[in-house]
């Protein structure tokens, strides 16, 4: 098993507030030894959800926006339009974690054969008021 440097660990405990005990029971579990000795690959990508289709959206998304996330699942708003619209994340965030743990696991990303998602709202023809979807994707960071 890799030994993770001290310098390392110290950031991880001040990061996460874990007292001593608690860094020993992180250092303890070979995945976070694993992941974190990996977290410099995964730091190159970005889980995007992309609007591919938008009518009737009360947020205005519109077909080409982006909404960025990095490896670890956290929304990069510095990246997002200005507003983004809770209730279109609702349902795609379990594309943006299956994403995370593929990217975990080795696993390209870009490989989910089901990558769309849509916010809850039915659209107007169905009583609503309008619709998006968004599609998964994960990218190189430039």
Not at 68 to 84: Q, S
Not at 108 to 122: A, G, H, L, T, Y
Request: aromatic share 10%.
């Amino acid at each position: 098993m890799e030994k993770l440097d001290e310098r390392i660990l110290k950031i991880i405990q001040k990061r996460f507030g874990y007292n001593d005990n608690e860094l020993e029971q992180f250092k303890n579990d070979t995945r976070n030894i694993e992941l974190i000795s990996r977290s410099k690959d995964y730091d190159k990508k970005y889980i995007v959800l992309k609007v591919v289709e938008s009518k009737g959206c009360n947020s205005n998304h519109k077909v080409g926006d982006k909404f960025y996330f990095d490896y670890a699942g956290n929304i990069l708003t510095e990246l997002c339009p200005k507003r983004i619209c809770g209730y279109a994340l609702n349902n795609a965030l379990m594309l943006v974690f299956t994403a995370n743990e593929m990217i975990y696991a080795g696993i390209d990303p870009n490989e989910i054969r089901f990558k769309r998602s849509n916010c809850f709202d039915v659209g107007i023809e169905c009583g609503g008021w309008g619709r998006i979807v968004l599609e998964l994707s994960v990218e190189d960071k430039p």
